[in-house]
């Protein structure tokens, strides 16, 4: 019997970019059957017409799950992940694909080989759907460090989400997927590294096989500054819970998270060229770092902003 491969694709709108997700991944040249499992969490656009006809052109491969309400994409993700029948299971989200037709069967025969890896990332690249500008990256590990903590304080760690291969027995074994749909975290990547962390080391094949679509807008890359208030409290949730999870290591404190709230909010009105918001964000959150002393003033707001540019 030939080895199953799962592949999750949790689906919110894109309809204009889920197809090339799906045919990159249809498109793989593999020894083994695949199966991709995509649930979708209440498309506003025609993301479920679009998925409804690649059931129907490739029907023993696509399984859907239609939610009947939105969930958020942390539950999305591990409600798709329970329903996975593969050995081994990857991510591709609806606006991300697979450039490389060998993916894999690359990671395929490094995971038969190393029986003991559970976790196999490659090098990718992002693609700036506004710009067409495609980068590429290298997938890295800072081995000085715990993997834990490079993924905790997201130094010297270096992945993409579309690029992994976990095993399945592995995956389910150590992941609360029912914390995941019951918190309705509003990650399912970041949240799911910290944790396995704890119990495997991640390997490497340092070949570029996934491409991360950057879009002008999207769940982690918010317009406004109410929608991106409210996907760090989110994020809050979801930080706590890892903090209640591993005491000895990683501690939750309000007054520092409001803080951060308030420097994250500063970072935003940096991005977007707002003086105003920026010195208002910088004020309350009462810190001395450059870039706050630089939010003080409008010559200095400016200056600091050609400087990064440089």
Not at 107 to 134: C, F, K, P, W
Not at 208 to 237: C, N, W
Not at 244 to 273: I, S, T, V
Not at 274 to 281: G, N, S, T
Request: proline content about 3%.
């Amino acid at each position: 019997m030939s080895t199953l491969i799962s592949v999750v694709i949790p689906s919110y709108n894109r309809a204009d970019t889920v197809g090339q997700t799906i045919e990159s991944i249809v498109n793989q040249i593999v020894n083994a059957d695949i199966e991709i499992v995509i649930g979708d969490d209440c498309s506003t656009d025609n993301a479920r017409q679009v998925l409804q006809k690649y059931k129907e052109k490739y029907p023993n491969i696509i399984r859907l799950i239609f939610h009947e309400h939105n969930i958020g994409l942390g539950a999305n993700w591990a409600t798709c992940i329970k329903a996975c029948r593969g050995k081994y299971i990857c991510n591709c989200d609806n606006d991300d694909y697979w450039h490389n037709p060998n993916k894999l069967q690359l990671q395929l025969d490094y995971m038969e080989s190393h029986s003991g890896s559970n976790v196999l990332i490659t090098d990718h690249r992002t693609h700036n759907r506004a710009t067409g500008e495609i980068k590429e990256y290298k997938a890295f590990i800072d081995r000085s460090i715990p993997l834990q903590d490079a993924i905790w304080y997201g130094k010297g760690f270096v992945c993409c989400n579309a690029s992994i291969m976990y095993r399945a027995d592995f995956l389910k074994t150590h992941l609360p997927l029912d914390d995941f749909i019951s918190y309705r975290f509003a990650l399912q990547d970041w949240n799911t590294w910290v944790i396995l962390a704890a119990y495997t080391d991640f390997d490497i094949i340092e070949v570029s096989t996934a491409t991360f679509g950057i879009e002008t807008e999207s769940i982690t890359r918010p317009k406004d500054y109410e929608k991106h208030k409210q996907r760090l409290e989110k994020d809050a949730v979801c930080v706590k819970y890892l903090c209640d999870m591993f005491p000895n290591k990683y501690h939750w404190d309000d007054d520092g998270w409001c803080k951060q709230l308030n420097l994250e909010m500063m970072n935003f009105a940096y991005k977007r060229g707002d003086y105003r918001k920026a010195k208002e964000f910088a004020r309350i959150s009462g810190g001395h770092s450059l870039k706050e002393m630089c939010a003080k003033t409008w010559p200095t707001f400016k200056l600091f902003l050609l400087m990064k540019r440089i």
